[in-house]
């Protein structure tokens, strides 16, 4: 079993749409959980970011994390053409002063047509 | 702040001659990575250098590959000889330790054809 799974889609939505997407992952020791949007030719770039359990909001962007299932969600609302991109789940322990490597995804792409 | 840089950009290469890869990270980042991305495998960690430190090169799939970071400003990655296995995006990234993980940013990164 990957340490990270993560359904390479694509997924593709019309414009207002809600999208889910999702990663679930073995390693117990992870603490750090984060997504991350990466467009075509582009490097990824930092959307999310959570520490152990719990929501976080941004805008239209909700990161979810259940540490009891391993599993770990972004929701992203009223969607539109502008979010089409690849996203990663990325996550590490990053504990006793170490950095923790960051263990990503294969990654989700998604299409949101107008 | 330019963010982190990478070049070329693109890098097309004949099958066993050298390439090398550039990358100059964030001012003040004390963390640097090497990752390569591929279709099949995603992103993979190949090295990583803790204050111009290599610290985990477990990654890097053989002999074939080196990497170096002479100062805090700036990592080579090495391909010699290069194998059209060896095509794919490969990516650097920096990040500075605060006691927590709060990501890497990325530069964008050098697409490398062996033909």
């Known amino acids: 079993q990957k340490e990270v799974e993560q359904d390479p889609g694509p997924l593709s939505v019309p414009e207002g749409a809600i999208v889910s997407l999702n990663c679930t992952y073995s390693?117990?020791?992870?603490?750090?959980f984060m997504w991350y949007r990466q467009y075509s030719r582009k490097g990824p770039e930092l959307l999310m970011y959570t520490y152990s359990s719990g929501n976080k909001e941004d805008g239209r962007f909700t990161a979810q994390v259940d540490k009891s299932s391993k599993y770990i969600s972004l929701f992203i609302r009223d969607s539109q053409p502008s979010d089409s991109a690849t996203y990663l789940c990325a996550m590490s322990g990053g504990y006793g002063g170490s950095q923790g490597n960051l263990i990503f995804g294969k990654g989700t792409k998604l299409s949101v047509k107008p | 702040d330019a963010g982190v840089i990478q070049s070329p950009r693109h890098e097309v290469t004949e099958m066993g001659q050298e390439v090398t890869l550039r990358c100059k990270p964030i001012s003040g980042h004390d963390y640097l990575f090497w990752y390569r991305q591929t279709m099949m495998r995603g992103l993979e960690l190949l090295i990583y250098f803790n204050n111009n430190v290599p610290i985990d090169d477990s990654g890097m799939p053989e002999d074939r590959f080196s990497a170096k970071m002479p100062n805090a400003s700036f990592s080579t990655l090495k391909i010699q000889p290069s194998e059209p296995r060896d095509s794919a995006v490969y990516f650097c990234?920096?990040?500075?330790?605060?006691?927590?993980?709060?990501?890497?940013?990325f530069g964008s990164g050098t697409r490398l054809t062996v033909v």
């Open positions: 990234a920096s990040s500075h330790w605060t006691g927590h993980n709060y990501g890497y940013t």
């Open positions: 390693n117990s020791a992870f603490q750090y």
